[in-house]
């Protein structure tokens, strides 16, 4: 573990001289790119590239009939600046998916090495898969977990092989592609991405992570997320993404899927730390049986505009969701996120804890959802919201939705607002502590909810993300 200790003191110290160690690229020579735009030829090109089965070839032809039909959202933050058809779809590094790390391109290994991964499998993974640009270049999981079962592969591989009728009979099912326009968009272009299944009554005692990097400039990266945990089951999913900075507009659109068995706990972690160039309109769902539970932990950071919501959806008595987040909007950023919850069986509960920061101008928007339907008698819900200003420029909103169909149910939300107290400014600076500092130890303590739900090399990541957007290190 003093290895990652010391790589964590590194770049803590990358912070403090005000250099992002996530703002690098690649040369994109060795890669192949297809033509910007979205239209059945370049959906078909793509369905070649990927291989797909028939089925998945019409699906996403389907898929971009709905897009082309659905409305742009005009409830949330501005995306008039990104134009779909100056975005290239998919790009391909010049690599195939290995099992080694030994031989995956100097490049690219750099890339991820820079990053700590595959760094820390070395030291605490049951599994690693890495996604550069629209591919996987890596994946492995380690003897004890396949032994016992557990698969981690590339949804791709497993589409074509022993696992196709589970991938067909769950792909995009928790997430139709009528949901929404971004939803749509997805289902046409989708590429990249991991299969997770964990046998009934299998505990997996070490996290499998994927990590998404996205190189490419103009481009979108619309990887899938595909987990289903079995009975009685346990699982720790941890995600990880990042991009460097460009002059012109990114996109992720990605999907995330996960269904939770009864009596089975899945947790799913992630910090996202994406290119303020970044239009990131994610979406994850999860589907919870009798006895299961949810648990997301979320770490938003960069990108320009987001909309992100992960939801639950508590399918079986006694089914429950915990979602602890936190936002980071700094200047130029409008962060639009928070959580749903669909509660439709009796004594389920949740339970949705954020935390925002904005600074410099930036705008964060907690949005949320619960939904307690007519049969679900006896359940209980709580929303508890609590926002940081560093500044006075700086806007937070919050905006909470709730739709009670039962008499039978305990609901409650609260929401904080505030500013940096001037006080405790002065106190931390007359102990010698330079301003500038100061402020960022009282954002970090007022992340601290969020950081000790994670693993102690992750919540040192956060921590580090906190000090770079504070220092204008981002």
């Not at 790119?33 to 389907?62: A, C, H, N």
């Not at 700590?116 to 003897?143: C, F, M, T, W």
Request: overall charge negative; hydrophobic content about 35%.
């Amino acid at each position: 573990m003093s290895e990652g200790r010391d790589s964590i003191r590194e770049k803590l110290r990358d912070a403090d001289s005000g250099q992002s160690i996530y703002d690098f690229r690649n040369d994109e020579k060795d890669s192949f790119r297809m033509e910007e735009g979205l239209t059945p030829e370049i959906v078909s090109r793509i369905s070649d590239e990927k291989k797909d089965p028939q089925w998945m070839r019409e699906f996403r032809l389907k898929c971009l009939d709905i897009y082309n039909r659905i409305p742009v959202p005009d409830w949330g933050p501005s995306i008039e600046g990104l134009d779909i058809g100056r975005i290239a779809t998919y790009v391909r590094p010049n690599t195939k998916m290995q099992g080694d790390w030994k031989d995956v391109p100097k490049d690219i290994k750099d890339t991820f090495e820079k990053l700590g991964i595959p760094e820390a499998e070395r030291r605490s993974l049951a599994g690693v898969g890495a996604q550069y640009d629209s591919e996987l270049v890596y994946h492995n999981v380690k003897d004890e977990a396949a032994r016992q079962g557990v698969v981690y592969t590339d949804i791709e591989s497993a589409m074509r092989g022993e696992y196709a009728d589970m991938i067909r009979e769950h792909f995009m099912k928790l997430v139709p592609p009528g949901d929404h326009k971004f939803a749509a968009l997805h289902g046409a272009v989708w590429s990249g991405g991991s299969f997770v299944y964990v046998p009934p009554g299998v505990h997996l005692d070490f996290p499998l992570q994927s990590y998404f990097r996205l190189n490419a400039k103009g481009a979108g990266q619309f990887e899938h997320t595909l987990i289903i945990v079995g009975e009685g089951a346990y699982l720790h999913f941890i995600e990880g993404c990042s991009a460097p900075k460009y002059n012109v507009a990114n996109l992720h659109a990605g999907c995330v899927e996960l269904y939770v068995g009864k009596n089975a706990t899945l947790r799913y972690s992630t910090i996202e730390n994406w290119s303020k160039n970044m239009y990131n309109l994610n979406t994850k769902r999860a589907r919870v049986e009798e006895g299961g539970k949810i648990e997301w932990v979320s770490g938003s950071f960069g990108s320009h505009t987001s909309y992100l919501y992960p939801m639950s959806i508590l399918n079986g008595r006694g089914a429950s969701c915990e979602f602890t987040g936190i936002t980071f909007a700094g200047k130029g950023q409008e962060l639009d996120t928070g959580a749903k919850v669909v509660h439709n069986a009796p004594c389920t509960s949740s339970h949705i804890s954020t935390k925002s920061i904005s600074k410099d101008g930036g705008v964060s928007v907690f949005r949320s959802a619960v939904v307690i339907n007519p049969q679900a008698k006896g359940s209980k819900a709580s929303v508890s919201c609590q926002s940081l200003m560093v500044d006075g420029i700086s806007r937070s909103d919050t905006i909470p939705a709730m739709d009670i169909r039962t008499n039978d149910a305990d609901v409650g939300h609260e929401a904080r607002i505030g500013k940096i107290s001037d006080d405790a400014v002065f106190y931390l600076m007359s102990r010698g502590i330079s301003e500038e500092d100061a402020r960022a130890m009282i954002v970090t303590g007022f992340a601290g909810d969020v950081s000790k739900e994670l693993p102690l090399e992750y919540a040192a990541e956060m921590n580090n993300l906190i000090n770079l957007e504070m220092k204008g290190g981002i």
